[in-house]
């Protein structure tokens, strides 16, 4: 025997529940049916009022499990006349392995009790017949109650939790994520903003399959260092919801395995002395920006292109020329053939750099005084 534990003070066991909500042992969510409001445990008349466990029927949905013919068992609205099966539960295709319902009938002798269809399919109506197990009131009801609550903290015994992938989510300015599941996939490239109110507390994982943005929002879609993040296709982020509506990103993983922020990053330097000019800035297609060197000739720097280009150090001389260094990607050249052209100024106290990459960048240079 399975050792039990309890929720409440109601026993359950292995296998009872899962985090999906639904019972993994007798039934599941998809196979339940309206409640009834009397079950019929034993032989009845299927025509005509009645009064069944306690309950005076008047067009009532009665759930029929204990007829000597066993293919008369079903669900039924009562009637003067003869008993039609309910709606829900009157085709082949609606009466299958695991349907099940639920007594609610006030003043009946089975309220509360649940009876679980454990006749292997096929099942054809009125020939076949249907053998229902009974179920007291209890914790297998758990999936008809919107916001079970733990007494304790959930004991698993020692088995997987896991995590169910939901539907497809297109993106949207505003993701409308579902409650179908914590896992989704994203397909489109619209850009999100917001993303729908779940509930506080939940944790989604989102895989894009395409190049869209997140935009940051210091109250609905918190990101690090308040930052958007353009996806790539295959990267994977995680969200937890820690307000109504309100996300937070506290994973992301990339494709292709970078860090979502480089850890150098590019900063502006500061400089009591006066030795040392930095500037970040966005310079258009074929412009410059220039930059002097504190205090006259003689120096040297750095300079870059965006966050994903390389770096390149250079030294200008007392005569007015600049001197590569170090190259790395090409980034930067002194001749008017490459992606930046770097070049002393007509005052022989500073450097030009040109914007020759096609289009606008930030360009971040620092210059010092040696």
């Not at 998809?30 to 309950?55: F, H, P």
């Not at 109250?219 to 995680?238: E, F, M, R, Y």
């Not at 001749?335 to 096609?358: P, Q, S, Y």
């Amino acid at each position: 025997m399975t050792r039990p534990r309890t929720l409440d003070g109601v026993f359950l066991f292995k296998g009872d529940i899962n985090l999906t909500g639904t019972i993994s042992g007798p039934g599941r969510a998809r196979d339940r049916r309206a409640s009834v409001e009397a079950g019929a445990t034993s032989d009845v008349t299927l025509s005509g009022e009645q009064t069944i466990n306690g309950v005076l029927t008047s067009a009532s949905r009665i759930g029929v499990v204990g007829q000597s013919a066993p293919a008369e068992n079903g669900i039924y609205v009562t009637d003067a006349g003869a008993w039609t099966r309910a709606t829900d539960a009157d085709e082949d295709s609606e009466v299958t392995n695991g349907l099940n319902f639920l007594v609610s009938g006030a003043g009946s002798t089975k309220v509360e009790f649940r009876y679980v269809l454990t006749t292997a399919d096929p099942i054809t109506i009125g020939v076949t017949g249907l053998a229902f197990a009974e179920h007291q009131p209890g914790i297998l009801d758990l999936f008809g109650d919107l916001t079970p609550q733990l007494a304790g903290p959930l004991d698993t015994f020692g088995q997987q939790v896991r995590w169910s992938k939901g539907a497809d989510v297109a993106s949207a300015s505003a993701l409308a994520v579902l409650a179908d599941g914590n896992s989704f996939d994203v397909p489109g490239t619209d850009d999100i903003d917001t993303i729908d109110a779940l509930g506080v507390g939940t944790i989604i994982i989102l895989h894009f399959d395409g190049i869209l943005t997140i935009n940051h929002d210091a109250a609905d879609l918190v990101l690090p260092a308040d930052a958007n993040i353009i996806t790539q296709a295959g990267d994977h982020a995680i969200f937890h919801e820690y307000a109504a509506g309100d996300w937070r990103l506290v994973g992301y993983l990339r494709a292709d395995g970078t860090a979502l922020i480089s850890v150098a990053t590019w900063v502006a330097l500061t400089d009591t002395a006066g030795d040392i000019t930095s500037s970040d800035e966005s310079v258009a297609d074929e412009a410059s920006i220039v930059t002097d060197i504190p205090g006259g000739n003689g120096g040297g720097g750095m300079v870059r292109a965006g966050d994903s280009l390389a770096t390149t150090k250079f030294t200008f001389k007392s005569n007015g020329n600049v001197e590569l260094e170090t190259v790395t990607g090409d980034v930067v050249s002194t001749d008017t053939d490459g992606n930046l052209c770097l070049f002393a100024n007509g005052a022989k106290d500073g450097v030009v750099v040109k914007n020759r990459l096609g289009a606008a960048h930030n360009i971040h240079i620092a210059v010092w005084r040696t």
